[in-house]
């Protein structure tokens, strides 16, 4: 993990220059393809979970974050009824931690994470990535102090971080300073959009089911504060020229819509709909349950590996200038062969 203090922006102002948070924490955490490491233990899903806490609380005891993973691992057991969340914890994954940087070059990624959230969300995902050769910056999501999201006001320190681990990250030897994209998940979206606005430094930008895309009446409390969000600057997507995929999951019917691809200025917009896929398919959680356990079945039908696939080929293409096409002939196989299950027509239309 990368731990940086952005020294042109204050934290706790409630403190003096001194104080341990006094500028603002960034955290990071860094994936990156690695030699053979069949000598190290990998880490468990766990081990990831413990990591958490760390990112979200700046003075908690190993012990709590370890209590704070138990919590998380009984709440997604109990959503996906498993029987036994002890088993999301000893899911072992094939990441390490503390090896040596790699040789040569890669592009970087820097993901923005959910509300609250941090890179438990997608390991499986970076996993993916990081052996078809990226390295990526997965940025935790806090926001004003003390660091808990909240509000759409949260969002522009989440911006910021953004943009921060770009300029920390890309001075690392390893990584290709000339081809960096952004992803996300979910209120991420909106984070990586406005990042893109601030920055011609992005080549391309990947939202997975993000709160780019907002219905209507769905949730009257989450409308009035998606259209503070809309009004926090920057707020001129016509500005966003570079290549950008939306992955959706299927939505309860709304009147009406706000579909942010409409609005940017990019000829290169690719949208996906998941016909009955869930908020969480685009995240590594059902993937972790139902290979932590095999009697749990194919819960998410496929879809999380068909996201992997979509988001290495969406990268290959833009980032390392191969494979041109290959991102619209894949969605054109896929709705093709299974129409059911897939769509690319915006909400509405």
């Known amino acids: 993990m990368y731990k940086n203090f952005d020294s042109t922006r204050k934290f706790d102002t409630t403190s003096n220059e001194k104080a341990p948070f ?49 919590m998380l691992a009984k709440s997604v057991a109990e959503y996906l ?4 969340p002890a088993k999301i914890l000893a899911y072992g994954t094939e990441i390490y931690s503390d ?31 990081t ?59 909106s984070a990586i959009a406005k990042a893109a606005m601030l920055s011609t430094d992005f080549k391309c930008t990947v939202s997975f089911d993000g709160t780019e895309i907002h219905h209507y009446k769905v949730d009257t409390g989450w409308d009035k504060e998606f259209d503070q969000l809309l009004k926090i600057p920057p707020a001129n ?7 950008y995929m939306y992955l959706s999951s ?7 819509f706000y579909i942010f691809p409409d609005h940017i200025g990019s000829t290169e917009k690719y ?45 290959n293409q833009y980032l390392k200038q191969k494979d041109s096409g290959s991102v619209k002939s894949y969605i054109r196989r896929l709705v093709a062969e299974r129409p059911k299950d897939f769509k690319t027509q915006y909400p509405g239309k």
């Not at 997507?237 to 290549?243: L, M, N, R």
């Not at 709909?273 to 079945?297: C, L, P, W, Y």
């Open 81 to 84: 009824h498993l029987d036994s």
């Open 237 to 243: 997507p016509a500005s966003i020229k570079i290549p």
């Open 99 to 129: 090896i040596a940087f790699p040789q040569g070059k890669y592009p970087l990624i820097v993901y923005a994470a959910g509300m609250n959230g941090s890179s438990w969300e997608n390991e499986i995902l970076f996993d993916s990535l």
């Open 131 to 189: 052996k078809a050769g990226y390295v990526v910056a997965a940025v935790s999501s806090v926001g004003i102090y003390p660091g808990y999201m909240s509000s759409p006001m949260d969002l522009n320190e989440q911006v910021q971080d953004i943009l921060y681990a770009k300029n920390t990250i890309r001075q690392l030897p390893f990584v290709d300073a000339d081809n960096i994209g952004l992803l996300s998940w979910s209120l991420g979206g």
């Open 271 to 315: 949208f996906l709909q998941f016909n009955g896929g869930t908020h969480e398919d685009f995240s590594s959680i059902i993937s972790v349950v139902k290979n932590a356990d095999r009697k749990m079945g194919d819960l998410d039908h496929g879809r999380n590996k068909i996201v992997c696939e979509l988001t290495v080929k969406f990268f």
């Open 250 to 256: 299927e939505h309860p019917k709304s009147d009406s």
């Open 22 to 70: 006094y500028y603002r924490p960034v955290k990071i955490d860094l994936f990156y393809p690695s030699p053979d490491n069949s000598d190290k233990r990998a880490l468990t899903y766990g081990d990831i979970l413990d990591m958490y806490e760390q990112r979200m609380n700046y003075n908690n005891s190993l012990d709590s974050c370890r209590k704070v993973s138990n």
